[in-house]
């Protein structure tokens, strides 16, 4: 029965999200990559690291669904999302410039002669309990690269550390500069020991994606 209602609350939550993507302006490209000024300082640098809360790996956002940057962006404006980078950033940008970019990252750096796995690979050990319990897959595809939503992210391949810290931010509640709020996620990483966590990041960056790092200069 659990799993029944489980399964009816991801349709209905998946169905709203498709209906509100749906009505959002397509966003363009070209014009995307003249207002990246503010992401490429830190997306645009292979290996950078953040440094608040603790320090990990910016995520990679070249190959990104552009609805997810959206949903993303838009969640930093709305404090939704509290990392006080990123809420500068976001604050600053209207929903056509959030649009634009996202449009860009969704194909910058893509290949077409990239084919990925149908399925993740079958996780092992500790992983395949926490995998199964965390139904990754209901939501982020069977290979964890085909979102069954737009505005849900691809995450095989992203770096370890920062799902880690993603994750965990899905744990913390009413803290003024940490934390996400998310009523799906934080359900699905409340389940979870921080050690738990790691444990799914892991398996999660080990996947074959199409999330990339391509190096950007502020000086092109």
């Known amino acids: 029965m659990n799993k029944l209602i489980s399964s009816v609350f991801v349709v209905i939550v998946a169905s709203a999200t498709s209906l ?121 595809g069977a290979n964890l690269s085909k979102p069954m939503v737009p505005g849900y992210p691809k995450i095989a391949g992203q770096h370890k550390d920062y799902l880690y810290v993603a994750l965990k931010s899905y744990k913390e509640d009413g803290q003024p500069t940490w934390g996400r709020a998310n009523g799906v996620m934080g359900g699905i990483a409340k389940q979870f020991s921080l050690a738990e966590l790691k444990e799914l990041a892991a398996y999660v960056s080990s996947q074959q994606g199409e999330l990339k790092t391509v190096p950007q200069s502020k000086f092109r």
């Open 20 to 140: 509100v993507y749906a009505q959002d302006a397509a966003g363009d490209a070209k014009s995307g990559e003249t207002k990246i000024a503010m992401c490429i300082g830190c997306h645009g640098i292979k290996g950078y690291q953040a440094s608040f809360p603790e320090v990990y790996k910016v995520p990679k956002i070249s190959g990104q669904s552009a609805a997810y940057i959206v949903s993303a962006l838009t969640a930093y404006q709305k404090g939704e999302r509290k990392h006080p980078t990123m809420r500068s950033v976001a604050a600053s940008l209207t929903a056509k410039d959030m649009a634009d970019i996202a449009a860009y990252y969704e194909v910058h750096g893509k290949d077409a002669s990239e084919v990925l796995p149908e399925k993740a690979t079958e996780p092992s050990g500790a992983a395949a309990a926490l995998v199964a319990k965390g139904a990754c897959n209901s939501c982020h």
